[in-house]
């Protein structure tokens, strides 16, 4: 669903840097206008995976240059751009598809149903389950700790987050409050490219803060160069994103919301980017 402004040039393809060498290997595509799927693949076992497929020709002609044969579809929620690969990549390649229990009926295909707690295994490493609704009703999100690699579909972004289609601003505060507790240098690998929108944002409501202003630096120089700003990292958007820091006193007091609850200014600074 669209949230940025900034007309996106794509790497079509590449191989994340980073991450421990015994986690997954990690494969970015850019899709559309600004979407981005993931190809995953477990070292020592070979099994496979794609993750929010909104369309199938790039994930294909992917996994075809890598000579992988495809395991798994895993789904975030169940909007067009993440599922609308499904079908086609599941009859071409025999894929499983893994997807949010409390929203199987809107997924296409699901045949494994994860919700809010469980452990689900691709080969050797082991992703964590959360259910985080608020973009959707149903949105979940794969945290592989071992490979330092969060898939968090439209829940959160670089310095932003999903729209409230389905959700309340509690809902949504409460789910990126779960995930804001993972580990500094887990990797945010969100499900589209945002980030220079969602910075000059951030800078209309939080100009003193030193960390989003070098933050919007190196966003700024890496889109001017066609560079991916995603995966970012958790730290770096903990210190420096208002959706995450709507608990802090000096944000709510720059907003005037010096008596609200975190889920109120939350909901403050999300309907202020609303209409950005």
């Known amino acids: 669903m ?6 996106l040039t794509f790497h079509a393809f590449r191989r994340l840097p980073g991450g421990p060498a015994s ?7 850019g899709v559309m206008r600004d979407n981005y799927v993931y190809l995953l693949r477990d070292p020592q076992t070979g099994r496979t995976a794609v993750v929010d497929p909104g369309v199938s020709g790039p994930v294909l002609e992917a996994i075809d240059r890598l000579g992988w044969t495809l395991d798994y579809i895993l789904n975030t929620h169940h909007h067009p751009d993440h599922v609308g690969g499904n079908l086609a990549i599941q009859a071409a390649t025999g894929a499983e598809i893994v997807g949010p229990g409390p929203d199987a009926a809107r997924i296409p295909g699901i045949q494994h ?3 809010d707690g469980d452990r689900w295994a691709l080969g050797a490493q082991e992703a964590l389950v959360f259910f985080v609704p608020g973009h959707t009703k149903g949105h979940i999100a794969f945290w592989f700790a071992q490979s330092e690699a969060l898939f968090c579909g439209d829940t959160l972004f670089s310095i932003g987050c999903g729209r409230l289609f389905e959700g309340t601003p509690s809902q949504m505060w ?4 779960r995930l804001r507790e993972l580990p500094d240098e887990t990797r945010v690998c969100c499900g589209h490219e945002y980030t220079l929108s969602n910075v000059l944002f951030a800078c209309t409501i939080d100009p003193e803060n030193a960390a989003l202003q070098a933050y919007r630096t190196e966003v700024q120089t890496l ?3 066609g560079q991916p700003t995603v995966p970012s990292l958790l730290g770096t958007e903990r210190e420096a994103s ?6 802090d006193p000096d944000l709510a007091a ?5 008596d609200a609850s975190a889920a109120e200014v939350f909901g403050a ?3 202020r980017k609303d209409a950005f």
């Open 2 to 7: 669209a949230e940025g402004t900034e007309a």
């Open 23 to 29: 986690g997954l290997e990690i494969h970015q595509i």
């Open 113 to 115: 149903l994860v919700d």
């Open 174 to 177: 409460e789910s990126i409050s």
């Open 223 to 225: 889109r001017a160069e």
């Open 242 to 247: 208002p959706f995450l820091r709507a608990d």
């Open 254 to 258: 720059r907003l005037g919301l010096e």
């Open 269 to 271: 600074v999300r309907a």
